[in-house]
């Protein structure tokens, strides 16, 4: 299990009625939050910390396979 302050942690995974559900950890403010808040789009400085954070979890997961 993968653990980085950028990734939101599966909790558990399980099958009821041929359906697959997956259970995350729960997060109080989400990117689709912020979207909906400023409709005209994000604020540069705000887009790159986005940005910035969606790309250290990639790299996290590409160096740890």
């Known amino acids: 299990q993968f653990r980085h302050e950028n990734l939101v942690?599966?909790?558990?995974v399980f099958r009821q009625k041929k359906r697959?559900?997956?259970?995350?950890?729960?997060i109080d403010h989400t990117v689709l939050d912020e979207?909906?808040?400023y409709c005209h789009g994000l604020e540069r400085k705000r887009l790159r910390k986005y940005l910035?954070?969606?790309?250290?979890?990639?790299e996290y997961l590409h160096s740890n396979n």
């Open 20 to 26: 697959i559900h997956l259970v995350f950890e729960f």
């Open 52 to 58: 910035f954070q969606i790309l250290r979890a990639i």
């Open 35 to 37: 979207l909906q808040y």
């Open 9 to 12: 942690s599966l909790i558990e």
